[in-house]
């Protein structure tokens, strides 16, 4: 018989940690842990976290759920059908805990050169927005810890600031020695998006994440079509639960890439079915966590290193709370590795 319970874990930043959408100084996130009579002393364990503005999960809600779905665990299926659609993150949160339940309680689901140690998944360098002596020394930091991608938001300070950082960086760094990404967060407004990608352009740029905001997809269809610089959709893909619609939405914008967080997106097995419909129609991709702790990052990075993708992925957070848990995750030389004989410290069970 299946048990679970839920543990409010708010994650506290090392700094003020500034975003488009204001200055966090921390993340609520909610721990899952499920068990089963069968298996005594197993426990699996899954992240509930939400981001202010961005995740779709009702937050006056949510612990009104987590409680329903940890005194009833096995309706999770039916509930997942009907509502699961509304709360992306707690269903990622739940599904992550299951599966972590069926395949020891270990925090270890797959066996390949990642889990073992012997190979870490390459990440971008994130630049915290901030004064743009901030975002320059950040970006010195990075390059010399050995990052070659790096990803800036762009769109909510003055653009002419943000030029002047682009400007720096290629004054120091060729694009052969660091690759820039960039993330709007749908900052653009439609009549100035293609003019600002344009002058944009200028620094060699690997890509733009959801320059206009989400829902305009004849607008995002033709910046794709004509813009200078790769456009990625992001926050484009969040609340697109159908697949039909998934597949209609990527018809008529033809992205060049998507970016896939599993905690919007309603979990793992959803990010593989956009993943199929974007290889269907020759759509790159990569993968970013959503700030989760290491309990989340850790469900995403395994699922990444089963996935066939050599490209940086946004899988570098877990060193930016006071309180994150330990874990054998590690970022070293612009990767994300894991090291086994590292071990878990999970919060306290109310299993």
Same mark, same amino acid.
Not at 235 to 246: A, V, Y
Not at 319 to 329: D, I, K, M, V, W
């Given at each position: 018989m299946l048990k679970a319970g839920f543990t409010y874990y708010p994650l506290h930043f090392l700094q003020p940690a500034g975003t488009s959408r204001g200055v966090l100084q921390q993340k609520e996130s909610w721990m899952i842990s499920v068990s089963d009579h069968q298996y005594e002393g197993i426990r699996g364990w899954g992240e509930c976290s939400l981001i202010p503005g961005l995740s779709p999960d009702n937050r006056k809600l949510i612990e009104n759920e987590l409680e329903y779905l940890c005194s009833n665990p096995q309706l999770f299926p039916d509930w997942k059908e009907?509502?699961?659609?509304?709360?992306?993150?707690?269903?990622?949160?739940f599904e992550t805990a299951l599966h972590d339940l069926s395949t020891g309680g270990k925090s270890l689901f797959t066996e390949n050169a990642f889990t073992s140690g012997l190979a870490g998944i390459p990440i971008n360098g994130l630049i915290w927005m901030g004064s743009l002596d901030f975002m320059k020394e950040q970006l010195i930091n990075k390059v010399e810890a050995g990052f070659t991608c790096i990803k800036i938001k762009v769109g909510a300070l003055n653009f002419e600031d943000e030029l002047t950082l682009?400007?720096?960086i290629r004054s120091r760094y060729s694009p052969a020695e660091v690759e820039i990404r960039l993330d709007a967060n749908g900052a653009f407004r439609p009549e100035e998006a293609a003019e600002k990608i344009k002058q944009l352009s200028e620094f060699t740029i690997h890509s733009i994440e959801q320059p206009v905001k989400p829902g305009q997809w004849e607008v995002m269809a033709g910046l794709c079509e004509t813009s200078p610089i790769p456009v990625a959709l992001d =926050?484009?893909? &969040? *609340?697109?639960?159908?697949?039909?619609?998934?597949a209609a939405m990527l018809k008529t914008i033809s992205p060049q890439y998507i970016i896939l967080k599993p905690s919007l997106l309603g979990g793992l097995h959803e990010a593989d079915l956009w993943i199929h419909l974007a290889n269907e129609k020759r759509i790159g991709w990569w993968?970013?966590?959503?700030? =989760?702790?290491? &309990? *989340?990052?850790?469900?995403?990075?395994q699922w990444v290193s089963d996935r066939n993708t050599?490209?940086?992925?946004?899988?570098?957070?877990?060193?930016?709370?006071?309180?994150?848990?330990?874990?054998?995750?590690?970022?070293?030389?612009?990767?994300l590795f894991h090291t086994p004989e590292l071990a878990w410290k999970h919060p306290r069970s109310s299993v």
């Open positions: 009907k509502k699961g659609h509304l709360y992306p993150a707690l269903r990622f949160g682009l400007t720096f =926050e484009e893909l &969040i *609340g697109i639960c159908n697949q039909d619609e998934r993968a970013t966590s959503a700030l =989760e702790s290491n &309990i *989340g990052l850790n469900a995403i990075a050599s490209i940086p992925q946004g899988l570098g957070t877990g060193q930016l709370y006071t309180n994150n848990l330990l874990s054998p995750l590690q970022v070293q030389n612009a990767a």
